[in-house]
């Protein structure tokens, strides 16, 4: 496959900066590495949040984007799991950004990249990274500062009834990590699956697998006693997938009755009074991270099983034309909550 040696990317150019589409190198692929073209690239809230803050950027100009979807073009000596031509799905690292998805060729890891099945498109596939991979890392990933719960996985026989009848709570069912997570919770037998969203976004809610929806407007005083309403067995697991301090707080002290409460929206000092018994989750979503790639590779391998039998179900997506040039707008867009229960999605190749 004849691949080019120039590509076009987004680029931040500084802290809190404009973004440019320019001309740059197309990156070379290490032995355990695969060069993919990007066919999609989705847009998440922690791209308008580097460029605020700036974490994760070692220098500027800075190409940003961390899930994708595309064909792979070239492959390293040490790669067996896939070969050029395969369509695949991936997540970008933490730190290196040839890894990145504003672009038009990126690199990513031959045992971190999934094949897409044929009942999902290019654009739905580059809706699964942050999702799957943040959720899946958070319920069922090892125990690190960044790390997950270590729940039993549900492709494990003992996880298949390990959580059967035991209530969980999804704080903001409809978004990205929250979809994900209303889908492993399905999968490990949680029941009641109970989440927050709008009345919009109940039906979708639903047909994740939520047995039970509250409206996100109810505050967070009342909480309690709509999920008392729900269940009287205690909730043992709530997934906090927003970040809202008031709603953390309610929920971890008069909702957790035990075992853990995971918060992939924000930092765990939103919590006040944290006790001994009620442990505090803070996952990164990055499949390449050391402590959890072990992890990230099995969990990885399993993703096209899931979403070919429907049992991952990946985001609605709104296509974005104008390729690379339409990530701005979009990303303002979700800075400014102006996405819904949908991934917005570009194609890189469409850059003009
Ligand atoms: N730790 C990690 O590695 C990691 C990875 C990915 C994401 N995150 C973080 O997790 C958060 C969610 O990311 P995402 O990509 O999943 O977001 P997203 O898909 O952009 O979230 C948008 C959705 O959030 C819902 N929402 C907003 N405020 C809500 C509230 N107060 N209660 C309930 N639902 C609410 C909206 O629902 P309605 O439109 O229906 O109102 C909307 O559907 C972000 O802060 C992101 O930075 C962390």
Redesign the pocket.
Same mark, same amino acid.
Do not use: C
């Given at each position: 496959m004849s691949v080019p040696t120039t590509q076009k990317a987004l680029f931040l150019q500084g802290l809190k900066g404009d973004w440019a589409v320019e001309s740059t190198s197309v990156p070379e692929p290490s032995a355990d590495q695969v060069l993919v073209r990007v066919e999609a690239s989705g847009l +998440?809230?922690?791209d308008w949040?580097i460029r605020e803050l700036g974490f994760t950027i070692s220098s500027y100009p800075a190409i940003l984007g961390f899930d994708g979807s595309g064909v792979v073009v070239k492959v390293g000596d040490n790669v067996t799991q896939v070969k050029v031509g395969d369509k695949v799905l991936f997540g970008a690292d933490r730190a290196d950004t040839s890894t990145r998805t504003f672009q038009q060729y990126a690199l990513a890891f031959g045992d971190l990249v999934a094949k897409i099945p044929d009942n999902i498109t290019f654009d739905q596939a580059a809706a699964v990274n942050?999702?799957f991979? =943040?959720a899946g @890392?958070?319920l069922y990933g090892p125990k690190h500062s !960044?790390g997950g719960a270590a729940l039993l996985p549900p492709w494990q026989e003992e996880g298949k009834t390990e959580y059967a009848n035991h209530p969980i709570l999804i704080? &903001?069912? %409809?978004? =990205? #990590?929250? /979809?994900a997570a209303i889908q492993y919770a399905k999968l490990s037998g949680f029941f009641p699956i109970i989440t !927050? #969203?709008?009345p %919009? +976004?109940t039906a979708l809610a639903l047909s994740l697998g939520a047995t039970h929806t509250i409206d996100?407007s109810t505050p967070a005083s009342s909480l309690p006693s709509a999920v008392a309403a729900i269940t009287s067995t205690p909730i043992s697991v709530i997934f906090d !997938? @927003?970040? +809202?301090s008031d709603?953390q707080n309610v929920t971890y002290d008069d909702v957790l009755k035990e075992g853990k409460v995971f918060i992939? &929206?924000?930092s765990p000092s939103n919590i006040k009074n944290p006790v001994e018994g009620k442990e505090i989750i803070?996952?990164?979503?990055?499949l390449n991270d050391a402590p959890h790639r072990s992890f990230a590779v099995d969990l990885w391998q399993r993703i096209a099983g899931y979403l070919a039998s429907g049992d991952f179900k990946p +985001?609605r997506v709104e296509y974005l034309p104008g390729g690379l040039a339409s990530v701005p707008d979009g990303l303002e867009r979700?800075k400014h909550?102006k #996405?819904? &229960? /949908?991934?917005l999605v570009v194609r890189p190749t469409e850059t003009v």
């Amino acid at each position: 496959m004849s691949v080019p040696t120039t590509q076009k990317a987004l680029f931040l150019q500084g802290l809190k900066g404009d973004w440019a589409v320019e001309s740059t190198s197309v990156p070379e692929p290490s032995a355990d590495q695969v060069l993919v073209r990007v066919e999609a690239s989705g847009l +998440n809230p922690v791209d308008w949040k580097i460029r605020e803050l700036g974490f994760t950027i070692s220098s500027y100009p800075a190409i940003l984007g961390f899930d994708g979807s595309g064909v792979v073009v070239k492959v390293g000596d040490n790669v067996t799991q896939v070969k050029v031509g395969d369509k695949v799905l991936f997540g970008a690292d933490r730190a290196d950004t040839s890894t990145r998805t504003f672009q038009q060729y990126a690199l990513a890891f031959g045992d971190l990249v999934a094949k897409i099945p044929d009942n999902i498109t290019f654009d739905q596939a580059a809706a699964v990274n942050a999702g799957f991979a =943040t959720a899946g @890392i958070a319920l069922y990933g090892p125990k690190h500062s !960044t790390g997950g719960a270590a729940l039993l996985p549900p492709w494990q026989e003992e996880g298949k009834t390990e959580y059967a009848n035991h209530p969980i709570l999804i704080v &903001g069912g %409809s978004s =990205t #990590v929250g /979809q994900a997570a209303i889908q492993y919770a399905k999968l490990s037998g949680f029941f009641p699956i109970i989440t !927050t #969203v709008s009345p %919009s +976004n109940t039906a979708l809610a639903l047909s994740l697998g939520a047995t039970h929806t509250i409206d996100r407007s109810t505050p967070a005083s009342s909480l309690p006693s709509a999920v008392a309403a729900i269940t009287s067995t205690p909730i043992s697991v709530i997934f906090d !997938t @927003i970040g +809202n301090s008031d709603v953390q707080n309610v929920t971890y002290d008069d909702v957790l009755k035990e075992g853990k409460v995971f918060i992939a &929206g924000s930092s765990p000092s939103n919590i006040k009074n944290p006790v001994e018994g009620k442990e505090i989750i803070r996952p990164a979503g990055f499949l390449n991270d050391a402590p959890h790639r072990s992890f990230a590779v099995d969990l990885w391998q399993r993703i096209a099983g899931y979403l070919a039998s429907g049992d991952f179900k990946p +985001n609605r997506v709104e296509y974005l034309p104008g390729g690379l040039a339409s990530v701005p707008d979009g990303l303002e867009r979700l800075k400014h909550g102006k #996405v819904s &229960g /949908q991934k917005l999605v570009v194609r890189p190749t469409e850059t003009v």
